[in-house]
């Protein structure tokens, strides 16, 4: 069984097998989240990105999809770059947002990771409500099977872990 953890931090500092990414769907680093991991990450993780768009995501990585890259710099051994949705008030994305996690942990999987540090995907640029975006990361990191042994919200504000928290984190 998973083992849940809500962390109030920098995910960029996360000792765990892997940080996922809240990418955009270039690949090639932007703000946020993204741009954090980048910075630190270092050059290595661009151009295993660059690399990915030139083979098999040429036109970027799908909303909900994710894809590994080498963690360069970080303390982590892998980014799994995941993109959210967009916040919709007229279209519900949830199942785009729920695709970011299960996906994010296949992957994980596939890595044989045995640990995992999320952020709050969609919650920042992409104006995702946080309570929501809390409910359906925890419950669907709790419904999903998977061999990862350990899962950290790494959350940046105190909004952001108490709304995780409330979900018996």
Same mark, same amino acid.
């Given at each position: 069984m998973?083992?849940?953890?809500a962390v109030?931090?920098?995910i960029?500092?996360?000792?765990v ?5 809240a990418a955009?769907?270039s ?7 993204d741009g954090a ?5 270092? +050059?290595?993780?661009?151009a295993?990105?660059r690399?990915?768009?030139a083979s098999?995501?040429?036109?970027g990585?799908?909303t ?7 963690a360069?710099?970080l303390p982590?051994r892998?980014?799994?770059?995941t993109?959210? +949705?967009?916040?919709s008030?007229t279209?519900?994305?949830?199942d785009?947002?729920?695709s970011?996690y299960?996906?994010s942990?296949?992957?994980a ?6 640990s995992?540090a999320? +952020?709050?995907?969609s919650t920042?640029i992409?104006r995702?409500p946080?309570?929501?975006g809390?409910r359906i990361?925890?419950?669907?990191v709790?419904?999903?099977g ?7 919200f790494?959350?940046f504000?105190?909004d952001?872990y ?6 018996g984190?």
């Amino acid at each position: 069984m998973v083992e849940l953890l809500a962390v109030r931090g920098d995910i960029t500092e996360q000792d765990v097998d892997a940080v996922v990414n809240a990418a955009n769907s270039s690949l090639l680093g932007g703000g946020g989240v993204d741009g954090a991991i980048h910075r630190k990450g270092g +050059p290595e993780i661009l151009a295993e990105c660059r690399a990915l768009r030139a083979s098999q995501y040429g036109r970027g990585l799908g909303t909900g999809q994710a894809v590994a890259t080498t963690a360069g710099r970080l303390p982590a051994r892998w980014v799994i770059h995941t993109v959210g +949705p967009v916040w919709s008030e007229t279209e519900d994305r949830s199942d785009l947002l729920t695709s970011c996690y299960r996906e994010s942990l296949r992957v994980a999987d596939d890595l044989g990771a045995a640990s995992v540090a999320f +952020p709050a995907i969609s919650t920042g640029i992409f104006r995702w409500p946080m309570a929501d975006g809390a409910r359906i990361a925890v419950e669907t990191v709790r419904s999903v099977g998977t061999s990862v042994r350990e899962v950290r919200f790494v959350l940046f504000s105190d909004d952001a872990y108490q709304a995780f928290r409330a979900h018996g984190l």
